[in-house]
């Protein structure tokens, strides 16, 4: 408790300032009358007498060395006070003398203390100035302490149109529904209510209880135990929740509007809301879209005494406004990204079955993008019983760039299918094309074709403009296989393409893949190459869902913004 603390546990506060000479003899702050701090010239608690550790309810050890501003000083609301808005802070900076008049201050027990304050500049050292902060409490009838249970001032005007602000900001900087709703709980409570509850709309007109927040001692606590789906939406029930959830207007509730015989399910689970949160009064709004309600948000008072107003109406609607546009970009966002997952699934192929051959393919999309992008890769048998793999990556990260990779693998697949020559001609007879009769900007690819022959597989590959194979042997060599290397698709070269052959070792693993898994702003591509490299070479003998996996998970770069497309071929052993 505070009374075991003593003066020992800070060391003499420095002497204060003298016009010349040396410093006077260090002050002893407990026999300053008067609850007194000592700050440092960034605001850092140097000494604090009894009457300050009593007045903040805050033990020696918990003030030392603590920044006065960021521990103590509060709004009206309880919320901290930014530095750009503190004079007492200002008054430090400039080294002058300044009195306030009332100010919050936040206390060990959780309650805000009304404070009028004196601060004047002090010397700690020769050369090193900081404050004398004098501290006195504002009794009842001036603005005295308030605790949990008493009402805070109303929001002024100011405060109103900041926590808009707030609002527009904060929400629509995330295109996370569950985040949106966690935000808007964050920025209401406890600044307007003790609880916020959020009920949404779902596609099929079913009701979900999608977050009930309360706030108790300085934590938002989520009752997951009051959350879940909820009936069905009555369509003539004069209930503030249904009418909102119809877009009705705003409504004030208490415990009392849901006592009566209940009218449907809805007000069922109200009942049962307002019994579980010990809600005196709420405030309900409808939460709209730009064509649709998308929901409602109740705002509940349970510790605070005063209720709800008619003249709380307003904000409360102008929150929920903002909300709902928030809330309609992350739905249309997540509508877009499903839809595009979707059409990923299906523009990537299926892994054919080569008898004697382990193959897995991998699909990461870019973390920023629409969840699709230019990125692919492909395997197929042809013709002549050899089997065709192939890589590559069309320049963009969105739908166009997805349909461009889309037409160049359909057409890689015609050439190589009706032509089954040497992969340097097809992808020849494929630039040629791109230039004329596709969509494709520029790209780059690696066209590989595989066979058998007596046991031995043998790879013969053209590369056009893409990163090098990666080969890696049973036990633990890697090495790029960098011949037959040309330039990428879509620029007009006539230069003739090469192609390269190499024999793969028994249980030897073969990797394609495109630029996002290496490259990143933070390092080079050889460092990126080099990597790859190592850690491919480590897990040689993983099996390949499980090399796959982890190589993903160990090389691909964390600031990345690149989609990734990955290829695995692993030869079986000898006796295979």
């Given at each position: 408790?505070?009374?075991?603390?003593s003066?020992?546990?800070f060391?003499?506060?420095p002497?204060p300032r003298?016009?010349?000479?040396?410093?006077?003899p260090?002050l002893?702050?407990?026999?300053?009358?008067a609850?007194?701090?000592v700050?440092d010239?960034?605001?850092?608690?140097?000494?604090?007498?009894a009457g300050?550790?009593?007045?903040?309810?805050?033990?020696?050890g918990?003030?030392a060395g603590?920044?006065a501003?960021?521990?103590?000083?509060?709004?009206?609301?309880?919320?901290?006070?930014?530095?750009?808005?503190c004079?007492m802070?200002d008054?430090l900076?400039?080294?002058?003398?300044?009195?306030g008049?009332?100010?919050?201050?936040a206390?060990?027990d959780g309650?805000?203390?009304?404070?009028?304050?004196?601060?004047t500049?002090?010397t700690l050292?020769?050369?090193?100035?900081?404050?004398?902060?004098l501290?006195h409490?504002v009794?009842q009838?001036e603005?005295?302490?308030?605790g949990?249970?008493?009402?805070p001032?109303p929001?002024?005007e100011?405060?109103?149109?900041a926590?808009?602000?707030?609002t527009?900001?904060?929400?629509t900087?995330t295109?996370?529904v569950d985040?949106?709703?966690?935000r808007?709980?964050?920025?209401?409570?406890p600044?307007?209510a003790?609880?916020?509850?959020v009920d949404?709309?779902?596609?099929?007109?079913?009701?979900?209880?999608?977050?009930?927040?309360?706030?108790d001692n300085?934590?938002?606590i989520?009752r997951?135990?009051?959350?879940?789906p909820?009936?069905?939406?009555p369509?003539?029930?004069p209930?503030p929740?249904?009418r909102a959830l119809?877009?009705?207007?705003?409504?004030?509730?208490g415990?009392?509007t849901?006592q009566?015989?209940?009218?449907?399910g809805?007000?069922?689970?109200?009942?049962?809301?307002?019994?579980?949160?010990?809600m005196?009064s709420?405030?309900?709004?409808?939460?709209?879209?730009?064509?649709d309600?998308l929901?409602?948000?109740?705002?509940?008072?349970s510790?605070?005494?005063d209720a709800?107003t008619?003249?709380?109406?307003?904000?409360?609607e102008?929150?929920?406004r903002?909300?709902?546009?928030a809330?309609?970009?992350?739905?249309l966002?997540q509508r877009?990204?499903?839809?595009a997952e979707?059409?990923?699934r299906?523009l990537?192929?299926?892994m054919?079955?080569?008898p004697?051959l382990?193959?897995?393919?991998?699909?990461?999309?870019?973390?920023d993008?629409?969840?699709v992008g230019?990125?692919?890769y492909?395997a197929f048998?042809l013709?002549?019983?050899?089997?065709a793999?192939?890589?590559?990556?069309?320049?963009?990260?969105d739908?166009?760039?997805a349909g461009?990779?889309?037409?160049?693998?359909?057409?890689?697949?015609?050439?190589?299918?009706?032509?089954p020559?040497s992969?340097?001609t097809?992808?020849?007879?494929l630039d040629?094309?791109v230039?004329?009769?596709?969509?494709?900007?520029?790209?780059?690819?690696?066209?590989a074709?595989?066979?058998c022959?007596?046991?031995?597989?043998?790879?013969?590959?053209?590369?056009?403009?893409h990163?090098?194979?990666?080969?890696?042997?049973h036990?633990g060599?890697?090495?790029?296989?960098t011949?037959?290397?040309?330039i990428l698709l879509?620029t007009?070269?006539?230069?003739?393409?090469?192609?390269?052959?190499?024999?793969?070792?028994?249980?030897?693993t073969l990797?394609?893949?495109?630029?996002?898994l290496?490259?990143?702003?933070s390092h080079?591509?050889d460092h990126?190459?080099?990597?790859l490299?190592?850690?491919?070479a480590s897990l040689?003998?993983?099996?390949?869902?499980?090399?796959?996996?982890?190589?993903?998970?160990?090389?691909?770069p964390?600031?990345?913004d690149?989609d990734?497309a990955?290829?695995a071929?692993?030869?079986?052993d000898?006796?295979?």
């Amino acid at each position: 408790m505070e009374a075991a603390a003593s003066p020992a546990d800070f060391p003499p506060a420095p002497g204060p300032r003298t016009p010349d000479g040396p410093p006077a003899p260090a002050l002893d702050l407990e026999s300053v009358r008067a609850s007194s701090l000592v700050v440092d010239n960034e605001g850092r608690i140097v000494a604090a007498n009894a009457g300050a550790r009593q007045l903040f309810r805050k033990s020696a050890g918990e003030l030392a060395g603590q920044d006065a501003h960021d521990l103590l000083h509060r709004d009206s609301h309880g919320h901290p006070l930014p530095r750009s808005r503190c004079p007492m802070r200002d008054a430090l900076l400039t080294e002058t003398t300044t009195q306030g008049d009332l100010g919050w201050f936040a206390c060990g027990d959780g309650t805000l203390l009304g404070l009028s304050w004196l601060i004047t500049p002090y010397t700690l050292a020769p050369g090193t100035t900081g404050a004398l902060v004098l501290l006195h409490e504002v009794r009842q009838g001036e603005g005295a302490t308030r605790g949990a249970g008493t009402a805070p001032p109303p929001l002024s005007e100011l405060d109103r149109l900041a926590l808009l602000a707030e609002t527009t900001t904060g929400l629509t900087s995330t295109l996370d529904v569950d985040e949106a709703l966690r935000r808007l709980a964050a920025l209401t409570v406890p600044r307007l209510a003790d609880w916020a509850v959020v009920d949404l709309l779902t596609e099929g007109d079913e009701v979900r209880r999608a977050l009930v927040v309360h706030h108790d001692n300085g934590v938002l606590i989520e009752r997951t135990d009051l959350q879940g789906p909820m009936p069905p939406l009555p369509q003539e029930s004069p209930m503030p929740l249904s009418r909102a959830l119809r877009g009705a207007a705003s409504a004030l509730a208490g415990p009392s509007t849901y006592q009566g015989p209940p009218d449907s399910g809805i007000a069922v689970e109200q009942h049962r809301l307002f019994a579980a949160t010990g809600m005196h009064s709420a405030a309900i709004a409808p939460v709209r879209g730009l064509r649709d309600v998308l929901g409602a948000l109740t705002l509940g008072r349970s510790q605070r005494p005063d209720a709800f107003t008619a003249a709380d109406l307003p904000l409360l609607e102008d929150l929920t406004r903002r909300a709902g546009l928030a809330l309609d970009n992350a739905r249309l966002y997540q509508r877009q990204r499903k839809v595009a997952e979707t059409m990923q699934r299906h523009l990537l192929p299926q892994m054919p079955i080569v008898p004697g051959l382990e193959m897995k393919a991998r699909y990461v999309p870019a973390p920023d993008a629409s969840q699709v992008g230019g990125d692919w890769y492909d395997a197929f048998p042809l013709a002549d019983g050899a089997t065709a793999l192939a890589i590559g990556d069309v320049v963009g990260h969105d739908l166009e760039a997805a349909g461009g990779m889309a037409q160049l693998r359909n057409m890689l697949r015609a050439f190589a299918w009706s032509q089954p020559e040497s992969p340097s001609t097809v992808v020849t007879q494929l630039d040629r094309a791109v230039m004329h009769i596709a969509e494709v900007p520029m790209a780059t690819m690696l066209l590989a074709r595989l066979t058998c022959d007596d046991g031995l597989w043998q790879l013969q590959w053209t590369n056009a403009g893409h990163p090098p194979p990666l080969l890696i042997t049973h036990d633990g060599r890697a090495r790029y296989l960098t011949d037959a290397h040309g330039i990428l698709l879509g620029t007009g070269s006539t230069k003739p393409r090469r192609d390269a052959v190499v024999s793969l070792p028994p249980r030897s693993t073969l990797m394609l893949y495109t630029d996002g898994l290496i490259e990143s702003p933070s390092h080079s591509l050889d460092h990126g190459l080099d990597l790859l490299s190592k850690h491919a070479a480590s897990l040689a003998r993983r099996a390949l869902d499980s090399f796959s996996d982890t190589l993903l998970e160990q090389v691909r770069p964390a600031d990345n913004d690149d989609d990734v497309a990955f290829l695995a071929v692993r030869t079986p052993d000898a006796a295979g």
